[in-house]
Each structure stands twice: as C-alpha cells, then as structure tokens.
C-alpha cells in the first residue's frame, strides 16, 4: 500500500549520484550503499534495554490475563481455588513489573543528580542532558501507563468474579432462612411426642428438656448470624479490594506523569536559562567598559586638582 | 460508504507514527481509543521523538492529543526550529513540509548527530531537486546512512470533522482577487490549491468528477487539478489503485469547486447558532477555544466530536442552547443526589445488616460511575463557561439585532429602515455595522439611492472604514451574477403583493409558514449543489464545465452527470460554518441519504472575512471618503 509513498528508493540513488558528484571513490561508495541496506546495529544503552525487557514482562503479563481469562470468569471451568492461584500470580507479576518501573525511574534520577553534580559550571553538558532525561521520563511513563491499562482490564475481571460470587451469596441467605423454621419445626415435634409418652408425672422433666432444647436453638441461631454477618464483612472487603490493584498503578502512572511533565518544561527552561546566561555576560562586559571610565576620569580630576591647587 | 476524511487521515497518522511498517490490527483507528500497544515488527525501534514544523503540528492538532501519542510510543515532540540536543537510541520521526529551510535544517541534524536513525515524512510530495539538495547536503557531511526511509504522506490538509476539511492557506482571497496580482503568482497560487485538494483526494483514495463554473479561478484550479491527475493515473502502481478497485462509475463522487464571489453573503453575515456564534464572536481556530478568565488565566477548550453537548447542540440557537445546558445541569444534579443517597451520603443513614449487601453494590456502582460524572461535570462546566462568555458580547454588541434584521433582509428581502439606521447608529463593533451595511448591499439588487446615502453616513458618523463597502459595490457594479439575491428577491414580490392586497396579516402567515418550512434559508451554494448531484438538466448548472480525469483525453466520450450519492464541495477563498451546516442537512434531507464534505482554503468567520474585503478594498484605491454608486 505504501509504494507510491515510499521515497526511500529515489533518495538512495539520489545519494548516490551526490556521492559521485562529491568525488567518493569506489569503496566509499559501495560501504555507503551496503549501510542503507544493512543497518547497522543500533547501540543500546542499558537504560533502553532495561525498558525494553520491563515492556517484555507486561506484554507477557498481558498474553496470561487472555489466556486464562475464560478459565476465571467462567463459572464452571475452575473452582474457586484456581481462581484464586490466578490471581496471586497475577499479583505477584504485577508487583515486578511495578518494581522494574520504579527502578527505572530511580536511575533516571541518579543519573540526573549525578550529573548536576559534576557539571556545575559546564552549561553544555547539562543541556545536553535535559532532552535525554524527558525522554526516558516518557519511556517511564509509556510502561506505567502500560501495566495500568493491563491492570485494569484484570481487574475488570475481578469485579466480573465479585459480582457471581455476591449473587451467590444472595440466594444462599434466602436459604438460609428456611431451614430455620423448618429445624424450629422439627424441634417442637419432639416435645409432643414426649408428652404424648410421658404422664403428667414427669412434667418437669418434660420442661427441663423443653429448656434444653430452646438454649441449643439459641445458640444455633446465633452462630448462623455470626456466620451471615462475616460472609456479609468479607464482601464488603473485597468489593473494597476490588480496585484496589489498579488504582495503585495508576498512583505511580500519575507520579511519573508528572516527573515527565518537569523534565520536558525542563528542556524548554534550559533555552531560556543559556538565553539569560549570554545577556548577563554582555551587560558584564560593558559594566567593566563603564567602571574602567569612571576610574580613568578619577584619577585625571585627582591630578587636575593637585596641578591647580 | 461513507467517506470519512478524519478518521482516514488518522489512520494514516497512526501508521506513520508506528513507522510506517504493517498496519497495526483493528484497521482504522479513532482518535479516541487509546488502548493500542505499540506494535512493530522489529521490537527495537517502539519508542521515538517526533519532530514537526508548525503547519503539521496544526495537522496533527485536531486528530490526537498528547495522551494518545504516548500510547503510540511517542516519548517527545519537539517543533523543529528549537534547539535540540542529542538523545541517542532513538529514532527520530520527522513530520514536515517539503520546504528548503526544512530540508536543510535536517541535514543539519543528521550531521550533528542528534539521534541514531531519521525516518523522514513530508506532508506533500518532495519535489526532485529538494531531494537532490537534501542528498547533497547528507553526504557532503558524511551523515547519509542516518536517515533510514523517506515517505510521501500527502497529509496536507486540517480535516476538522468527519466531513469538513481545511487547506490552511491564508488570506487566498486577497491574493486571487488583488487587481495588482500578476499572472505567475496567480499560477502559484492555483498550484497551491491542487496540491492540497491532490492530498485529499489520495487520503480518501477516489477520483471524483470535476464540475465547476465557467471563468474565474475555479475553472484555473479545475482543469489544473484534472491534469494532475491524469498524469498520476499514468504511472502504475499509483495512489488511487491502493483503495481495492473502486472504479465503477456509480461509486465515484462529484468534486464541486467554487469561488467565494459567487456568495459572498453567507460569509459576511451573523449567524444565531452555537457553532458560527462561538467560531465568530469566541475565535474557534482548530476546534480549540481561549477564553479569558477571571485573575487573567487563560483557560481553552476543545470543542469537536467526542464532546457529546456540542456535537448535539452546535447547530441549536443559541437560546436553546442555554436551555439546553440548564437541563443537563439539574440531571446531573439529580444524579449525583442519587448516588449519595444510595452509599448513605454524608448524614447518617441506616446501615442495618439485611441491605448491606446492597449498600456494597452501590458503592461499587457508585465508584464506577464516579470518572463518568466528573466527566460531565466537567463538560457542563465548559460550555457553560462559553455561553456565559458569549451572553455577555451578544448584550454588548446586540448581536441579536444584527441577525434578525440580516435575516429578514437575505430572506424576506424587506427591511425595516428605522431599525437598520438604529443598529447602525447603536450598540456594536464597527465590523457587526459593517457587516451589516454590506449584507443590506448584498440583499438587494438595486438598492434605493436615498437609503444607500443614508445608510453611508450612518456609517462614516461611526467611523467605520468604508473601503470593504466600496470594494463590494465595486464588485457588484462589475459582476451581475450574485446568485444569492434571485432567490430572494422572487420571495420578496410575493410577500409584496400579499401585503398590498390583504394588509399585515397574510405576510405574517406566510412568514410563519415560511420558517416552519425552511429551518434556514437556502442557500445558493446548497441548491446548486444538489443539483450537480442530481444529474437532471437544470438551467442553473447545465453551463458548469465537466472533468474527467479518468476517461481518455481525446473524444468526449460518456459523459456521466448522472446522479451522484457523494459529493465533495470545495470553496476557494474562505469558507463557513454556515455553508457546512446547510449541506450537511442537504445530505441529511435527501433520500437515499447522501454524504457531503465541505472543504476551504482556510475556514473564516464574519470578522476576518472583512477584513480581507478591507484590504481589497485598500488595493483598489478606493477612497474612504463618498463616492457616488456607478451604476
């Protein structure tokens, strides 16, 4: 598709007929031609090759997500343990990515302390210097912003989970409820059939029993209520948890966003800093001019003086 | 299928920001979604610094934001005249215009050896001896094998919206019609033009049929643009064989080209709409709008699609419009009550333990929905500023007056003498008196010389510069074919002679009926319009030339004006929101429906367009003292 757009081919023999021109020789000529065709490897440094293996571990992050997506939203695939294996991995991974980040981030202001250090009075380097830094502080922030939308997208997942298993949990409390009066029922059963066998006799036996029975269906009753109330405080656990992954990545996107967003005003402060640097050096050198003057003319009205005096 | 300009135009960005390797998965990619990795073949090169000069940054400015960037691993973008400094590991994405000082300042990069590889993009074609230059200065400094490709990206043009483009060449106008404009700047200028519209031709990969106007420069920019891409066509494979054989004659569209002086009224007068209001009172340059704010900060808006208030109300009057953002304002006032009230607010509210499980959904509701609603806040926020903004010039200059009596004089072709004199003694910057002295020129055929006195005195007591009002009836003295006026002058005898006979009330009934019928009035552009894409004979289009760049050049041959389903309409010198409003209804009204694109040599509002009228009318020579109407 982009044949027609692709200049590239008029350019090398454009090159080539300038070379000729300019008087290359032959070997000249051919090593310039066997460069455009070969690249040469690019150097990497290791900040750069850093990033790149830290942009390798999210996108293999985000192959695993996909893989096993279907295996945890899907109600029937995996039990709940699996799920939850997946989700540790999940966690521990994004833990390394978020450390391989902040390492990153720390060198860069390493390098750029550093730097300052040595460079106090040699402008240029630091110049030199203020593109660089934005540039791996937008690396920094392309990653972060990276393992946020992967991160976020898992989590997703994780609200998806939340929600069935809450759904779950609903229902269950219904059924809960039922087997109360039913155990409630069964219970008064026993009493008549006590009495029917009992003469009235032993009434106090009958009510010692009745009594009995009421404190262990208290004590039955509450432990269901113990037990709901916990299910109901772990949900709203992790309901809470449920961004909680997410939103920590997006905290660190949000801190390098804004070390990026000072380097690259940085770039433009150094211009102006140079621009100041060179008017303070003029109006340096032409106080100097006006001092000097004024010493000349000094020493001139001394001596004019002591003549006339 | 529809054409859509913008979103071919940011496709093709995207995939000269991946480097131009193999489109990225997923086709077209709006400007929206920012969830595309970066995808390339090599995994070396994902990251690099973009450099523009600043006619492409106004290209890329409307299409995406800095965000969107980032995600197509652009770390940093620089202007190309700022002092930059080395970065290596990197490779550099120029973005330019073909242009000497470009190329030189590239050459002087690549041998200073800013960054490890060059991948050079120029915005139109480069021409065979600046790519002779650029090779020359290369090797002279050894740098040649740094520039790893070249592309030609044929991107030269602003497209604002889906359907409306820009070429950006200012002040067209004053040059095409300057009368001391000679004949090579003319061809320069005409060249310009073809150029840019050859871009937006091979973005949307389709060889339309060129109609136009007899005389004039549409005609020069018509049979110029003809030959050009005849020429292109020779050579195979070329840019039009890329969009998968699209020849057959039914799909392809009509090229409409125009010159500004065949309406001029529609660029000169007020209009009460959001969009033209906020273009002409607040400046909308690029779908971005500055506002002063209080303690001098200066805040801007972006204004286009993805804002959902302004793509549906843009087009409403504006005191609907206000309505309109009052309405939001209490929905999104009820629904946050709704939200506090569910996760208990800040009061106390029961917590007991039965609706816990549904106090948790609705705070997780409640936190989902939480960006959406500081979203809408936000966009209320916006437009409520703007409107406020507008209000208070609209009381200032009383720009409510000015449109209706603009109206009533283009629609009804009455005027009420008594409130034209009183708007142009009153309220209002010397452009809206202007404007309006030129718009009543316009209405009429023959306007009465007492009124015409009148109306010039009113304006020198103001102390407004006469010379766009010579110059336009000049130009009206010379060139009898406004079309704009026929229409309404036969509506204006009707209503005439309703009056006469049947007293005050029929006009008012008919005025009524008129506005239920005609939403705005008809333009001349948008009549003639339809007609081209109709195909039917028609008095008022049968003289327009016929271009075919794909029939053979010798004998005529079949000449296909049969009815067309798209049309791609192009103003020379200037061209308005209103004329962008009235065809898109035009393709919106017509059944099957049919798409439009509107495109100018640069998009202006009521105020610069006088001012070009100023400036003609400076060239002339025309005094800003009386002169009598020759007639």
């Given at each position: ?309 | ?172 106008y004053v040059?095409?019609n ?81 010159d500004r002086n065949f309406e001029l009224a529609v660029g000169i007068q007020h209009d009460w709409?959001?969009?033209p209001l906020?273009h002409d009172v ?115 200059r009383?720009l409510?007056?000015y449109c209706?009596c603009e109206n009533d004089m283009l629609v ?8 034209l004199?009183?708007l142009l003694?009153?309220?209002g910057t010397k452009e809206d008196k202007l404007r309006l002295a030129i718009t009543y020129l316009l209405s009429f ?10 109306i010039?005195?009113?304006l020198?007591?103001?102390?407004v510069d006469m010379y766009a009002f010579q110059y336009v009836k000049?130009i009206k ?5 406004f079309a704009a006026s026929?229409?309404s ?32 009035r008809?333009l001349a552009l ?45 103003m020379?010198g200037g061209g308005n929101y209103v004329e962008?409003?009235s ?17 100018a040599?640069e998009i202006l509002n009521g105020v610069e367009f006088v001012q070009q009228l100023t400036e003609l009318g ?14």
């Amino acid at each position: 598709m982009s044949k027609v757009r692709d200049r590239t081919e008029d350019f090398r023999d454009a090159v080539r007929v300038a070379a000729l021109s300019h008087g290359y020789t032959e070997s000249q000529l051919a090593a310039l031609m066997a460069s455009f065709i070969m690249h040469k490897a690019p150097r990497q440094s290791a900040f750069m090759k850093a990033a790149l293996k830290t942009l390798e571990s999210i996108k293999e992050l985000e192959r695993f997500i996909v893989k096993h997506r279907k295996d945890y939203v899907d109600l029937h695939r995996t039990t709940e343990q699996e799920r939850d294996n997946i989700e540790h991995e999940v966690a521990v991974f994004v833990k390394v990515c978020k450390d391989q980040i902040d390492i990153l981030k720390n060198r860069i202001h390493d390098e750029e302390t550093e730097g300052s250090g040595r460079t106090w009075l040699q402008f240029r380097d630091d110049a030199s210097h203020a593109d660089m830094v934005a540039h791996k502080h937008g690396v920094v922030l392309i990653l972060s912003e990276k393992l946020h939308s992967v991160t976020a997208q898992f989590d997703q997942l994780r609200s998806v989970r939340f929600q069935d298993a809450m759904n779950r949990v609903m229902p269950r409390r219904k059924v809960h409820r039922l087997p109360q009066p039913k155990s409630e029922a069964s219970k008064s059963d026993l009493p008549k059939l006590g009495e029917q066998e009992l003469s009235s006799g032993t009434i106090r036996v009958q009510e010692q029993l009745l009594d009995d029975e009421t404190r262990a269906l208290q004590v039955e009753l509450t432990n269901l209520l113990d037990a709901v109330q916990e299910t109901e405080t772990k949900m709203v656990e992790m309901s809470a948890l449920n961004h909680l992954m997410s939103t920590h990545v997006l905290q660190q996107a949000q801190q390098i966003e804004h070390l990026y967003e000072q380097a690259v005003e940085a770039t433009n402060n150094v211009v102006l800093g140079n621009k100041e640097l060179s008017q303070a050096i003029k109006r340096n050198s032409s106080s100097r001019t006006f001092l000097l003057l004024f010493f000349v003319v000094l020493t001139f009205s001394i001596l004019f003086l002591d003549w006339y005096s | 299928m529809a054409l859509n300009l913008r979103q071919k135009q940011t496709s093709l960005i995207v995939r000269m920001l991946n480097l131009n390797q193999s489109p990225s998965p997923g086709g077209g990619i709006s400007s929206s979604s920012s969830a595309a990795a970066p995808t390339t073949a090599e995994g070396e090169e994902v990251y690099k610094i973009l450099i523009m000069d600043g006619f492409c940054r106004s290209i890329l400015s409307p299409l995406i934001r800095v965000n969107d960037l980032r995600s197509h691993g652009v770390t940093l973008f620089f202007g190309i005249d700022k002092e930059r400094q080395r970065v290596p590991d990197v490779p550099a994405l120029y973005f330019v215009r073909p242009t000497p000082e470009n190329v030189d300042r590239i050459a002087a990069d690549a041998s200073r050896a800013l960054y490890d590889s060059l991948h050079l993009n120029f915005s139109s074609s480069l021409p065979r001896p600046l790519l002779d230059r650029l090779a020359s200065r290369l090797v002279e400094s050894g740098a040649a094998d740094r520039v790893s490709r070249v592309f030609d990206q044929y991107l030269e043009f602003v497209s604002l919206e889906d359907a409306l483009f820009s070429l950006a060449q200012p002040r067209t106008y004053v040059h095409i019609n300057d009368p001391a404009a000679g004949d090579r700047e003319i061809e320069e200028i005409v060249e310009r033009i073809v150029g840019g519209l050859f871009c937006v031709l091979a973005t949307l990969g389709v060889v339309p049929v060129i109609r136009c106007a007899r005389g004039g420069p549409a005609e020069m920019v018509a049979s110029a643009l003809d030959a050009r891409l005849r020429d292109h066509l020779l050579a195979k494979p070329n840019l039009f064989s890329e969009g998968g054989g699209m020849a057959a004659s039914f799909q392809r569209p009509v090229l409409c080209i125009f010159d500004r002086n065949f309406e001029l009224a529609v660029g000169i007068q007020h209009d009460w709409s959001y969009r033209p209001l906020v273009h002409d009172v607040l400046d909308l340059k690029l779908n971005r709008v500055t506002l002063p704010g209080e303690k001098t900060a200066v805040k801007s808006y972006e204004l286009d699609d993805s804002d959902p208030f302004w793509a549906a109300n843009s087009w409403s009057p504006f005191p609907k419009v206000a309505e309109e953002i009052e309405t939001q304002l209490s929905k999104y006032k009820q629904d946050v009550d709704e939200v506090n009230q569910r996760t208990g607010g800040k009061d106390g509210v029961e917590f007991d333990g039965t609706d816990l499980i549904g106090n948790t959904k609705h705070l997780m509701n409640a936190v989902n929905s939480l960006p959406e609603l500081t979203e809408r806040k936000k966009m209320i926020d916006k437009h409520t500023n703007i409107a406020t903004v507008l209000l208070g010039h609209i009381k200032e200059r009383s720009l409510d007056g000015y449109c209706d009596c603009e109206n009533d004089m283009l629609v009804k072709g009455s005027v009420d003498r008594s409130m034209l004199l009183g708007l142009l003694r009153g309220k209002g910057t010397k452009e809206d008196k202007l404007r309006l002295a030129i718009t009543y020129l316009l209405s009429f055929e023959t306007p009465p010389p007492a009124e015409l006195e009148q109306i010039e005195t009113a304006l020198r007591e103001s102390e407004v510069d006469m010379y766009a009002f010579q110059y336009v009836k000049r130009i009206k003295s010379l060139n009898t074919s406004f079309a704009a006026s026929s229409a309404s002058a036969s509506r204006g005898n009707i209503v005439d002679w309703a009056e006469k006979l049947y007293g005050q009330s029929i006009s008012a009934v008919t005025a009524g009926v008129k506005n239920l019928l005609s939403a705005g009035r008809q333009l001349a552009l948008t009549r003639t319009v339809e007609a081209l894409m109709e195909g039917k004979p028609n008095p008022e289009v049968d003289s327009y030339l016929f271009f075919d760049p794909r029939a053979p050049r010798t004998g005529s041959g079949a000449q296909f004006k049969g009815p067309f389903r798209e049309a791609i309409v192009f103003m020379i010198g200037g061209g308005n929101y209103v004329e962008y409003r009235s065809l898109v209804e035009l393709g919106q009204r017509s059944q099957p429906a049919k798409h439009v694109i509107y495109g100018a040599t640069e998009i202006l509002n009521g105020v610069e367009f006088v001012q070009q009228l100023t400036e003609l009318g400076q060239k002339m020579g025309l005094g800003g003292g009386g002169l009598t109407q020759s007639q």
